[in-house]
């Protein structure tokens, strides 16, 4: 099976840099792409194709990849990035698969 | 601007049948792909089904043979109709415009609460 691993949480202080990997156990796939779920709200599209991002979406959020990890970065982190954070790829025998999530917490 | 709006969940009972709608504004469902992804309470996202702008339809394999996907030109809508419904169902539904060509959701609805439960 394709597996996305993401850690359950991440904790940063305000003003920090906060780091979320995703770790795929295959290679060969798509791009990974990131998205950002607030509580009670749906899902928003945060990268795509491991660094682009779509307009609206501050410089703040970044993407990137080596090897089988793939890595969101958020700068200057503001009370109001605490959020759920998934990592997602197309797989052309598993189709859509999404990491566990990430919950970053602001502290 | 691209809206999405998610209908018709509820409460159904083991082994019963609903059919979600999601009816899109700001672009044309037919040409473009279309995915619905669910979220159990609680738990992460889980990718459920896509349609081509083909007309060619793909499940996850925890869904396939009891749901299908599906759309009315005429309506600009999509549907996702759903038999056979277990607990493990349970879940918000949403709609999602999905890119042809790496495959993110880059639009999604509000979603719909499917509660399966006796």
């Known amino acids: 099976s394709l597996v996305l691993a993401q850690p359950p949480s991440v904790s940063v202080a305000p003003g920090m840099t906060a780091s979320i990997t995703c770790g795929k156990n295959n290679i060969g796939i798509r791009g990974v792409h990131w998205y950002q779920q607030k509580p009670g709200q749906a899902p928003v599209l945060l990268i795509y194709?491991?660094?682009d991002r779509p307009s609206g979406i501050p410089d703040r959020f970044a993407g990137s990849t080596s090897g089988n990890t793939a890595t969101l970065t958020i700068s200057r982190v503001e009370a109001g990035d605490e959020a759920d954070y998934y990592c997602?790829?197309?797989?052309?025998?598993?189709?859509?698969?999404f990491g566990g999530g990430t919950k970053l917490a602001v502290l | 601007e691209v809206f999405l709006v998610e209908s018709g969940g509820g409460l159904v009972q083991p082994g019963g049948s609903l059919r979600l709608s999601c009816a899109a504004s700001?672009?044309?469902?037919?040409?473009?792909?279309m995915s619905w992804v669910r979220q159990a309470p609680g738990k992460g996202l889980e990718w459920v089904s896509i349609?081509?702008?083909?007309?060619?339809?793909y499940y996850a394999d925890s869904v396939k043979g009891r749901f299908t996907i599906s759309r009315d030109n005429s309506k600009n809508t999509l549907y996702l109709q759903m038999n056979g419904l277990r607990v493990e169902d349970t879940a918000v539904y949403y709609c999602?415009?999905?890119?042809?060509?790496?495959?993110?959701?880059?639009?999604w609805g509000q979603g719909t609460l499917v509660t399966v439960s006796s």
């Open positions: 349609l081509y702008s083909g007309g060619s339809p």
């Open positions: 999602a415009k999905t890119d042809y060509n790496n495959y993110y959701f880059e639009d």
């Open positions: 997602q790829v197309w797989d052309s025998r598993y189709a859509g698969v």
């Open positions: 700001g672009f044309t469902v037919s040409t473009h792909y």
């Open positions: 194709d491991d660094a």
